[in-house]
């Protein structure tokens, strides 16, 4: 059986407000943000926990958005002891840690996006995988599991990232609004491999140029991706990004 879940808002200021929406959408948990200064700040004060109990509510965790840890050691050090921190501080509430597969940096020439990683890619996947497991221990250790997320608008080479990651035994998050923007590149890799996935983002999208739309007010096959929600026993967290469209999404999912 599937969780249902949402994000926190960035229309709130306190995690409690978030709290009593997904209450009233009977919602079975939320996904707290580390780019929320009120979700770092709550959890540093030792908060979070008893609100969860409170509210009946479970919680996953979203990492920074922009931390790569295909990157140098300085760079992805830095990021492991921030990780390292919320871990610990979400020990024994937090089910999961949601990471970003990013693309890294860029060299645009005549218009055109080069990506480093991919020019160095054998450096690149070597120096990635082992800090991801490095991360990944931090949160079993911690209680916690760890998936890895899609982000848009990512390169070709994303493909054979992603065989690496599976054949280094990887779990993963399927956000569908974000492979809608990138032409369905996670949609072609499990054509040919068995992507494990415990996470699902799920959000409409629009003509390649849209995402975090309300369920209902774009194009993706939705029915198509909640029933694979389903084959996985996922967490799936209906990712739009306000009240107003949780109202309207959350029934449109429980309907398709």
Known sequence: ??????????????????????????????ELNLNFGYCRKEMEQGTVKALLEKYGIRA????????????????????????ERYCKLGRGYIDSMNVHLIPGP????????????????????????KNLHRAEKICNDNGIRMVIENTDNIPGFTK???????????????????????????ADVIKELPLEF??????????????????????????????????HNAYVNLE???????RVSVPYFKAL
Do not use: W
Request: with cysteine; net charge negative.
């Open 1 to 30: 059986m599937i969780l249902l879940g949402m994000p926190q808002l960035y229309e709130y200021d306190n995690i409690e407000d978030n709290l009593k929406l997904a209450k009233e959408l009977g919602l079975d948990f939320i």
């Open 60 to 83: 996953t965790l979203h990492f920074y958005d922009e931390a790569d840890l295909g990157s140098y050691p300085e760079v992805v050090d830095a990021y492991l002891l921030l990780l």
């Open 106 to 129: 860029v060299v645009t020439i005549s218009g055109v996006k080069n990506y480093i990683y991919e020019k160095e890619y054998d450096e690149y996947i070597e120096r990635f995988i």
């Open 160 to 186: 054979k990232v992603y065989k690496d990651l599976y054949e280094a035994g990887f779990k993963f998050c399927y956000d569908i609004g974000h492979d809608h923007l990138s032409y369905d590149i996670v």
């Open 198 to 231: 415990q996470e699902f983002h799920f959000h409409d999208g629009k003509d390649r140029k849209k995402c975090h739309l309300a369920l209902g007010e774009g194009t993706i096959d939705l029915k198509k991706f909640k029933d694979l929600t389903i084959k």
């Open 240 to 246: 739009v990004k306000q009240a107003s469209d949780l």
